[in-house]
Every structure is written in C-alpha cells, then in structure tokens.
T-cell receptor, first 115, second 115 residues
C-alpha cells in the first residue's frame, strides 16, 4: 500500500525567509502524481503545486518549488520569500495514476510565519 | 469556474436524526470524493465515485450512505451517527483520467457536530 510521511509536525519561518517542508512516500508504482496542498484556518484545501512522476524537471509555481527525487521517493516543498499569508497546514499528497483516483495524504506540517 | 460548493457549512444533529450533506461542481469532473477530517489530522478518504459509480468505499460504516445522482452532484446521507463522527467532511472532484490537470479541487467542507 502507498504511504506518505511528513516528518515535521510544525515549522516556523521568518517573514521574507525561505523554508523547506519535507515529504517522503512509499510506492511500488512507477507512474503517479504528487501534490502539495495548503489548508489555512478557513479550512479549504488549496492546491499549491503538483508534480508528475514521469517528469524529471522540478515543478515551480511563483514562490513555491519542489525538489522531487524519484529514486529516493522524496518530494520536498520550498517556499521562498515567505509571507504571513503562507501560514497554514501543508499536506503532501500522492495519487496513483489510472482508474482508482485514490488521493492519499501525509500527516501534515503546520507552518507558522513570524513577522 | 474552479469551485466545489458544499452545503451546509455547519450542521448539528442528534444521534437519531437523518441529514444529508451536499456537494456540487461544474468543472466537468467525473471523479468525486468524500473525505473525513478530524482536527489537526489529514483528510481520510471515505468514498470515490468515478463516472457516477462508486469505485472506492474505504470500509465506511453503513450509517454513512453516499449518492451520486448526476455528474455534478454528490450527496452523503447520514443516519444514526455517533458523537465520534463529529468532524469536517470535505468533498472534492477531479478529472478521472491521468494526464495534465489531475489535481483534486476541494470544497470548504461541512463542519458536523453529533450531539
């Protein structure tokens, strides 16, 4: 079975600094998708960034980028120039390609941004 | 329109009540999901519908009954719930096939309290 692990329950970063959130996963599949979702106190789950496993190039979305290491099954999220609005719970998620449509979440990392 | 709408936002129900949660999307997504989320925990998958057919039931108790009346709507019927069923219930939708834009879009959730 696929599992997703986030080893940092809480992280803190100064405003305008850079922070990296860790995620590892375990799978025997070769084709899959990885995501980072943000859940602020408003509780809506918002997609931050996605990565297709068949793509070697790391995904980037403005201040957010990933370091995808397929062999190591690692998928970390880097937030540059952190802003107060980045404070939220961040979940790493794994989706198997194909018909199951199953989306599995890690345990989450609560990010605090200090002014 | 990238919105998933859930109603109601809050629900308090007694253990003998019958209630329903509703979810609607107009993105043409043919996969829809129900997740249960306890405080400070990741979402736990309950059900997946693909092309209006139930494709995954994660061994959810029968007091939760999903229904997908058409490709835009997803319901979760609740009956004889227990206090431990109190949680945030999230609905999501996505394209069911692999390829680009495979991410799931989430609603804001229904905060359910069972008394």
């Amino acid at each position: 079975a696929q599992t997703v692990t986030q080893s940092q329950p809480e992280m803190s970063v100064q405003e305008a600094e850079t922070v990296t959130l860790s995620c590892t996963y375990d799978t025997s599949e070769s084709d899959y998708y990885l995501f980072w979702y943000k859940q602020p106190p408003s509780r809506q789950m918002i997609l931050v960034i996605r990565q297709e496993a068949y793509k070697q190039q790391n995904a980037t979305e403005n201040r957010f980028s990933v370091n995808f290491q397929k062999a190591a099954k690692s998928f970390s999220l880097k937030i540059s120039d952190s802003q107060l609005g980045d404070a939220a719970m961040y979940f790493c998620a794994y989706r198997v390609s194909g018909a199951t449509n199953k989306l599995i979440f890690g345990t989450g990392t609560l990010l605090a941004v200090q002014p | 329109d990238t919105e998933v709408t859930q109603t109601p936002k809050h629900l308090v129900m007694g253990m003998t009540n019958k209630k329903s949660l509703k979810c609607e999307q107009h993105m043409g997504h043919r996969a829809m999901y129900w997740y249960k989320q306890k405080a400070k925990k990741p979402p736990e998958l309950m059900f997946v519908y693909s092309y209006e057919k139930l494709s995954i039931n994660e061994s959810v108790p029968s007091r939760f009954s999903p229904e997908c009346p058409n490709s835009s709507l997803l319901n979760l019927h609740l009956h004889a719930l227990q206090p431990e069923d109190s949680a945030l219930y999230l609905c999501a939708s996505s394209r069911p096939r692999t390829g680009a834009n495979t991410e799931a879009f989430f609603g804001q959730g229904t905060r359910l309290t069972v008394v």
